[in-house]
Every structure is written in C-alpha cells, then in structure tokens.
C-alpha cells in the first residue's frame, strides 16, 4: 500500500541555518514525488518535483530508491519560507489522472 | 495565483443533514480531484472525475458522491453528515505536469 511519512510535525531553525524536512516513502511501484507549500493564508501550491530535478527558492529534493526517501533541502533558510511542507507521492507515474497520496506535513518556522 | 475556485468558503451543518460543495476547474483542465483535510493531517483524496466520468477513488463511503460537468466544474456532495466530516475540502484540477488547489471549503458539522 501507499504511504508517505514525515515524522516531524513541527520543525524550527534560524535564518541562515541549513534545514532539512524529512519524507519517506513506500510504494510498490515507481514513484513520483512532490513536494507541495502552503504559506499562510494561501492555498497549496507545487514547491518541486522529483522528474524535474530543479532548484525551487533554494530547495532542492532527491529520491533516494534504496532508502525510499525524498527528503527536501535548503542550505541557508529565510523566514519567508515558514510555512506548512507537504511531502506527496503520485500514483500512475507521469499521468495527471492519477491521486496525490499526502504526508501530514511538517510546519517549518525560521525565526529571525 | 490559479483559476481553481470554489464556493462556498466556510459552511456549518447539522449532524444528518446533507451538503454540496462547488468547484470550478482551472480554463482547459479536464480533470478534478477531491481531497479532504482533517485538522492537522494532509490531504486525503475522495474521488477524481475526468470527463465527466469518476476515475478512482480513495477510502471514502458511498454518501460521499460528486459531479463533473460539461464545463468540467465540480461539486462534491455528502450525505447523511455526520460530526467527523468537519474538515477542509479542497478541490484540485489536473494541467499537464500538476494538480492546482482551489483554496478550500471549511465545513463544520455539528
């Protein structure tokens, strides 16, 4: 069965300070996995892709297979990126049809 | 900022009662999926339409049920309410590379 992880529910750092959210993963086939944001007050939105290998605002995400693992990074924080971090997984990889399975997200907080 | 909307923003309703959610679908964008957000959980999907066809669906019972139509907006309707469908429902249409979220309508049962 599908399943996204992430075990922290509330992380905190400072401005400046390297921050990783943590995802895990399990799926029988091949997976698709996204990262998604939700600033306050605004709705979801796509942060990055794995496919894609892009840098978004400085966050960047591997999928590691052997460790089932897609956890996203940035090196340096700013305090314009608290906000709640969604780990999802695609099923039907490379099709829209398919559901988004969600973690229960992990609230990020930079503090100045 | 996408074209996903939905209406209405907030809602209160009475355990048993029954209700509809809309949602429009982003110009062009054929498919909608169905998401409901408990209190600090993530997303879990409800159903998806492509076409005006159901497509999928995930762990939900049979008095969730929704609506595709020919302009591709949506509505999800819920039956027989009862105090644990209070949540977010958030309603997504599908473009080519992603899923886009309408901001959500905030349903409390009570």
């Known amino acids: 069965a599908q399943r996204v992880t992430q075990p922290e529910k509330l992380l905190s750092v400072f401005k400046g300070a390297p921050v990783e959210l943590k995802c895990n993963y399990s799926?029988?086939?091949?997976?698709?996995l996204f990262w998604y944001v939700q600033y306050s007050r605004q709705r979801l939105q796509l942060l990055l892709r794995?496919?894609s290998r892009e840098s978004i605002k400085g966050f960047t995400a591997d999928l590691n297979k052997g460790e089932t693992s897609f956890h996203l990074k940035k090196p340096f924080a700013q305090e314009e990126d608290s906000a709640m971090y969604y780990c999802?997984?695609?099923?039907?990889?490379?099709?829209?049809?398919?559901?988004?399975?969600f973690g229960r997200g992990t609230q990020l907080t930079v503090w100045p | 900022e996408t074209g996903v909307t939905q209406s209405p923003t907030h809602l209160i309703k009475t355990r048993g009662q029954q209700v509809t959610l809309r949602c429009s679908s982003q110009?062009?964008?054929?498919?909608v999926s169905w998401y409901q957000q408990a209190l600090g959980q993530g997303p879990q999907f409800i159903f998806q339409?492509?076409?005006?066809?159901?497509?999928g669906r995930g762990n939900f019972p049979p008095r969730f049920s929704g609506l595709q139509f020919p302009n591709y907006s949506s509505e999800l309707n819920v039956n027989a309410l009862e105090l644990d469908d209070s949540a977010l429902y958030l309603c997504?249409?599908?473009?080519?590379?992603?899923?886009?979220f309408g901001p959500g309508t905030r349903l409390t049962v009570t």
């Open positions: 110009s062009g964008h054929n498919t």
């Open positions: 999802a997984l695609r099923s039907d990889r490379g099709s829209t049809l398919g559901r988004l399975y």
């Open positions: 794995h496919i």
């Open positions: 799926y029988s086939g091949s997976p698709e």
């Open positions: 339409y492509y076409r005006e066809e159901e497509n």
């Open positions: 997504a249409s599908s473009g080519v590379n992603e899923q886009y």
